[in-house]
């Protein structure tokens, strides 16, 4: 299939570096297909960003039928731009669809049309470190139908969104609620895929730990409220007594594409590194007696985020002394050097954009 190209006539402008947030500001050029009953992905098309014409009937509307990704593109020293494990990316898409009913799309064609697209947007691609072009695959129902079943049709597109540094003022150690009212997900629903349902159920505990003055919730498993899953976007860590631990994937866990790649680096440094089921107590416990050393959470906007403060009914835990701990900074570092094209790449995580 072809990726046809129809350019704006008047390029926009990127705002400076250091007045760019997140996920406010788009590229001129978005990439497009459709998905027809019996055809497949057709029409694959970048053309100028713009507002989608769809019946009000479009079954994404109605019952949510819908995943996403979430990637970034950086631009390195030399100029050059690298995807960051991309194709993993996409895979999980492709398996966030197959729990959604719907159809897969091909790696390698959406591969070659991401990079044509960021080719054609490389002025949009911030250059100040820890700025990057933020990229969002999504994939939408669109049958005009009330009933309940899977749609016949889906649009699969690709925005591009030049975002800021999230660190412009360093790691700041950021505050944690434990949620005990609600939960993100169960065992057997779609807690592993990046459905926007997700997110919506996520959204009345986020605003309740925001008025008890924390940052994000940590989720606890949804049958028992006693192991912990992850937070709000991000996977969670835990140094404690040296051995660095995470929630093993159990079905309602996010599988983190910054997870894999902390553990692959702990391993590759001599890490004791577990994924296995810890409970609150646990981490309570370790508290009290003096072995958690860290706790941080991974995910591709913050790459490491440390956590410094954890509310859990009355008790406050305070962790570290106010700035990242020593294994949190090593992974950010890492990550972004690789990232960035400031060390080499040993993972085979870099795709150069050519
Ligand atoms: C996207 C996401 C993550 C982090 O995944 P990365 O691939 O590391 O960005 C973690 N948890 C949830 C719920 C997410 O949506």
């Not at 091909?106 to 490389?122: C, G, P, R, S, T």
């Amino acid at each position: 299939m072809e990726v046809k190209v129809t350019r704006v006539s008047e390029p926009g402008t990127r705002p400076k570096d250091e007045d760019l947030g997140f996920g406010t500001v788009f590229t001129d050029h978005m990439f497009v297909m459709d998905y027809e009953k019996d055809k497949g992905w057709v029409n694959a098309r970048i053309e100028p960003f713009g507002d989608f014409s769809m019946s009000p009937a479009s079954m994404v509307l109605h019952y949510g039928q819908a995943v996403f990704e979430g990637l970034k593109a950086y631009k390195t020293e030399d100029g050059k731009i690298q995807l960051y494990r991309a194709r993993d990316n996409f895979a999980r898409m492709n398996r966030s669809s197959q729990g959604l009913c719907i159809p897969e799309i091909d790696i390698d064609f959406v591969m070659d049309a991401l990079k044509k697209l960021l080719k054609i947007e490389e002025a949009w691609i911030p250059e100040t470190p820890g700025t990057s072009l933020y990229i969002r695959p999504t994939i939408v129902a669109t049958d005009p139908f009330l009933g309940v079943r899977a749609s016949y049709t889906y649009k699969f597109f690709i925005i591009l969104s030049p975002v800021g540094s999230y660190y412009a003022q360093g790691l700041q150690p950021v505050k944690i609620w434990v949620c005990e009212d609600h939960v993100r997900a169960v065992r057997g629903g779609v807690g592993e895929f990046k459905t926007p349902g997700n997110y919506a159920a996520s959204l009345l505990a986020g605003e309740k730990a925001k008025k008890e003055g924390y940052n994000q919730v940590l989720w606890l498993d949804g049958i028992e409220l006693k192991y912990i899953e992850e937070v709000g976007a991000m996977n969670i860590f835990f140094l404690i007594n040296d051995e660095l631990i995470t929630p093993m994937l159990n079905g309602s866990i996010l599988p983190g594409i910054t997870r894999f790649s902390v553990i692959e680096l702990a391993k590759k440094w001599g890490i004791k590194v577990s994924e296995r089921r810890i409970s609150i107590d646990e981490v309570i416990a370790a508290a009290d007696n003096g072995t958690l050393q860290e706790m941080f959470g991974s995910g591709t906007a913050a790459v490491v985020s440390p956590v410094g403060e954890l509310r859990y009914k009355d008790r406050v835990i305070h962790i570290g002394d106010g700035t990242p701990g020593e294994t949190c900074m090593k992974f950010y570092n890492a990550v972004t050097d690789i990232q960035y094209g400031k060390a080499e790449d040993t993972q085979g995580w870099i795709e150069v954009v050519e």
